[in-house]
């Protein structure tokens, strides 16, 4: 099982960038899925996160500016990040609580992709 996250660049101040999360493998299910992001310097924080019903829940920081989204028939989640500020500077992380084909259910992390946001 494999977490896949894509879709990270250089945008401007007030711009906007979606990112994305594959999920691949051997996968029964997927509970919950979740956006981290780790700034420098900073511990990795927790952007928001949704339930495989569509339930959201966000960051202080990030609310009315970001949505998450996910498509489970494809196994996909996305975090649509608008009005961007300098402060969004991170590496984004997907996260997933994922059930295996054959028994077991672990958390499952992507390899990050950086946004920068920057003038």
């Known amino acids: 099982v494999q977490l896949q996250a894509s879709g990270g660049g250089l945008v401007q101040p007030g711009g906007s960038l979606r990112l994305s999360c594959a999920a691949s493998?051997?996968?029964?299910?997927?509970?919950?899925m979740a956006w981290y992001r780790q700034a420098p310097g900073k511990q990795r924080e927790l952007v928001g996160a949704?339930?495989?019903?569509?339930?959201?829940n966000y960051a202080d920081s990030v609310k009315g500016r970001f949505t998450i989204s996910r498509d489970n028939a494809k196994n996909m989640m996305y975090l649509q990040m608008d009005s961007l500020a300098p402060e969004d500077t991170a590496v984004y992380y997907c996260?997933?609580?994922?059930?295996?084909?054959?028994?077991?259910?672990?958390?499952?992390w992507g390899q990050g992709t950086l946004v920068t946001v920057s003038s």
């Open positions: 949704i339930t495989s019903g569509g339930s959201t």
């Open positions: 493998g051997s996968i029964f299910s997927i509970n919950v």
């Open positions: 996260n997933a609580y994922i059930f295996r084909v054959v028994a077991g259910r672990s958390y499952y």
